[in-house]
């Protein structure tokens, strides 16, 4: 361009009606308005009436939803429970990708959640096997297992199979177990990539096909070691929301909910750290029951209790740790050299009545001793005045 040449808008000075320019590079905010207005919102129910209350009537199409838990924690039962839930009492036909250890045994768990017991189900129980088949009918067309241990399984791959079997059954489910492991197309390359990367790329990839097709997906990602190996994990909703690592692509994710270890009662909470619907930060008190592979809500009233609980036991919690610090500063200060309680209280900064607290129990287990020591006072009388030395 010449510098006689003026700089020119290729939107802003086009001959077309503003109806036909390519409003992807700029877009007014009243056409940004209309368009969210003509969007239409599907609603994909939820299984748990809280969380449901907390998203304002659940899961939106188009949106990428991850659960992260511990190992064991119950992620691919949530999974599958949501994605049932979803085909009986929604226009949706689901398809899951699992892969938790014995793939096989995961069709077991439609059954467990009807009550099949599946041990009965191992050693042949007839009545035990009808019930299951009984249960099995009733998603046999609207609910598909993609087999994760063929050879080229991949995301993409799944969404192909997929398609031709949704037809007039409504918007399409999709669930992923886990986004560790399970790659978009090509997993030799993928593999090569780091792990925070790798992760990244899929949820991007997934969430370009969900807007594509108008569907939802559930993700599965399990926790980072460093985050449920911590005893305050059920405390702290920041410590939980790893996925690998402490890895969660902001642009990617739009619900993110962690399901906390279970506490001595087993309650436990789903915290919703991140979320675009409704319900960021909401504690939704659940309970898990392992043998029906079964998750449903607590009792009424007993989050609110435990949110208390947590919340005297996070105060307490703090204010011990506190104490330590403090306590630990007096011990250094002490080491360091001999003072009486009026000094060590104008060097720690701590009221006198609490370092003369600290004095006696250091005392008593033997960790200080007091020795007069001949001082003057302020007007240069000789005066003796109990010290306190660590004890050698």
């Keep these: ?22 409003t992807r590079r700029l877009i007014r905010p009243s056409d940004l308005f209309e368009e969210s207005l003509a969007r239409k919102v599907t609603i994909v129910p939820v299984p748990l009436a809280g969380l ?48 938790d ?23 042949g129980d007839p009545e035990s096997i009808e019930r299951a088949r ?31 079997w949704v037809n007039d059954r409504g918007h399409m489910l999709l669930g992923t177990d886990s986004i560790h492991v399970f790659p978009v197309e090509d997993k030799k390359e993928e593999t090569k990539m780091p792990i925070y990367d790798r992760i990244g790329f899929r949820l991007e990839t997934l969430h370009e096909q969900l807007g594509a097709l108008d569907a939802v997906g559930i993700t ?27 890895h969660v692509a902001e642009n990617t994710v739009d619900v993110l909910i962690v399901a906390t270890k279970p506490n001595d009662d087993g309650l436990r909470f789903l915290v919703i750290p991140k979320s675009r619907l409704a319900g960021q930060n909401s504690r939704i008190p659940v309970r898990y029951d392992e043998d029906r592979s079964l998750w449903s809500d607590a009792e009424p009233g007993e989050g609110v209790v435990e949110a208390k609980e947590q919340r ?47 004095i006696d129990e250091l005392h008593a287990k033997g960790l200080i001793h007091l020795e007069d020591e001949a001082r003057k006072d302020a007007k240069g009388r000789a005066i003796s005045v109990p010290v306190w030395t660590w004890a050698p």
């Excluded at 510098?3 to 503003?18: G, L, Q």
């Excluded at 924690?73 to 689901?94: I, N, P």
């Excluded at 740790?321 to 060590?344: M, N, Q, S």
């Design 134 to 164: 009984e249960a099995m009918r009733r998603y046999d067309e609207r609910l598909m297992f993609y087999d994760v241990t063929r050879p080229g399984a991949s995301l993409n791959n799944m969404i192909e199979l997929a398609k031709p």
């Design 52 to 99: 449901g209350k907390a998203l304002h009537g659940g899961f939106e199409t188009r949106r990428n939803i991850v659960m992260a838990a511990p190992a064991g924690g119950g992620k691919t039962a949530l999974l599958v429970q949501c994605a049932a839930h979803a085909v009986l009492h929604g226009e949706f036909f689901g398809v899951l990708a699992l892969k």
């Design 312 to 358: 005297a036991k996070e105060k307490g919690r703090l204010k011990d740790e506190e104490e330590r610090k403090a306590t630990e500063a007096l011990i250094a200060i002490i080491k360091k050299r001999p003072d009486t309680v009026i000094g060590l209280s104008h060097t720690s900064g701590r009221p006198r009545p609490w370092v003369t607290i600290k």
């Design 1 to 22: 361009m010449s510098e006689k040449e003026p700089f020119t808008s290729e939107v802003m000075h086009d001959d077309r009606p503003p109806s036909e320019i390519d």
């Design 220 to 246: 599965v990602g399990q926790s980072g070691r460093a985050s449920y190996g911590r005893k305050r994990e059920e405390d702290n909703a920041d410590l939980l929301t790893a996925v690998s690592g402490g």
């Design 101 to 123: 250890g014995d793939q096989w045994s995961d069709g077991t768990r439609l059954a467990q959640m009807v009550g099949v017991d599946r041990f009965q189900l191992r050693d």
